[in-house]
């Protein structure tokens, strides 16, 4: 059972960069999986990054390269550094958590209430 808040969300030109920030709050669990979803205006919410309690990481395809997923354990606390942005990376950015890394990236069961993102042209 956790509670995730994100941060660090804004607005920022195209090429950009912006740097994410969720912390967990709640009863610790070693085998915990944490990720990131985000949504668009008018569109589903999209998986984009997924990493284990032991550091392995998995991407979408479209942010592959450009965003780096990592997780601090000591403080709780899920990053996502994002490098140039475009447009279409628009939206608002959810921190997600879940006991079970081959549910994390489909149906995680924790979520946080998102941050928005805008990256203009």
């Known amino acids: 059972q956790w509670q995730l808040v994100e941060s660090g969300g804004g607005s920022v030109q195209a090429g950009g960069s912006l740097r994410l920030s969720c912390v967990a709050s709640?009863?610790?669990?070693?085998?915990?999986?944490m990720g990131w979803f985000r949504q668009a205006s008018g569109k589903e919410r999209e998986w984009i990054a997924t990493?284990?309690?032991?550091?392995?990481?998995s991407y979408r395809d479209s942010v592959e390269g450009r965003f780096t997923i990592s997780l601090d354990n000591a403080k709780d606390t899920l990053y996502l550094q994002m490098d140039s942005l475009t447009p279409e990376d628009t939206g608002a950015y959810f921190c997600?958590?879940?006991?079970?890394?081959?549910?994390?990236?489909?149906?995680?069961?924790?979520w946080g209430r998102g941050t928005q993102v805008t990256v203009s042209s």
């Open positions: 709640g009863v610790a669990d070693t085998d915990r999986s």
């Open positions: 997600v958590a879940d006991h079970r890394f081959d549910k994390v990236a489909s149906t995680p069961l924790y």
């Open positions: 990493i284990d309690s032991r550091g392995a990481t």
